[in-house]
């Protein structure tokens, strides 16, 4: 599985679960259900064990994303900028001052178009969880008339 098959909340723990393994969704790596894992002088169960990979191997999903391509993100440089340093706990005045942008209201009209682009995520995978739904539906179904009327 990778990053764009997985759920939200898959995503946001960086890794998918399966009845046999952990699999990171950043780096592909699989730890084994049922084994305990050694760190120097710890060990750890899978479930710790990935969430500890994780850590080590790329900071954070929360790192490992806003590093990506605007392809993937959709975000501007300017949006990761600010982006990173909201998540880094920083106020509207400190944003402005390690940036160096215009001022304050500036990183709040950047804080308010995240917020809509939030708003419209949402909304477009609300749309597309409905098309996606109706396609499967087409797929299970081999015949027009057993697929109901269903109209788009």
């Known amino acids: 599985?990778?990053?764009?098959?997985?759920?939200?909340?898959?995503?946001?723990?960086?890794?998918?679960e399966s009845g046999k393994a952990f699999t990171c969704l950043l780096c592909g790596?699989?730890?084994e259900k049922g084994m305990v894992y050694q760190r120097e002088?710890?060990?750890?169960?899978?479930y710790k064990f990935i969430q500890l990979h994780i850590e080590e191997k790329h900071g954070s999903v929360f790192s490992y994303l806003i590093e990506q391509d605007k392809e993937i993100t959709g975000l501007s440089e300017q949006h990761k900028a600010v982006m990173q340093q909201?998540?880094?706990?920083?106020?509207?005045?400190?944003?402005?001052?390690?940036?160096?942008i215009g001022s304050a209201s500036t990183v709040r009209n950047h804080r308010f178009s995240l917020k809509k682009k939030e708003k419209q995520a949402k909304v477009l995978l609300t749309l597309m969880s409905f098309i996606n739904e109706l396609d499967r539906g087409r797929t299970n179904s081999s015949k027009p008339s057993e697929r109901g009327n269903c109209f788009i």
């Open 86 to 100: 909201m998540f880094e706990g920083k106020s509207d005045r400190e944003i402005q001052e390690v940036l160096q």
């Open 41 to 46: 002088k710890q060990f750890f169960e899978a």
């Open 29 to 31: 790596k699989s730890i």
């Open 1 to 16: 599985m990778n990053l764009f098959d997985s759920t939200l909340s898959e995503i946001k723990n960086g890794y998918t």
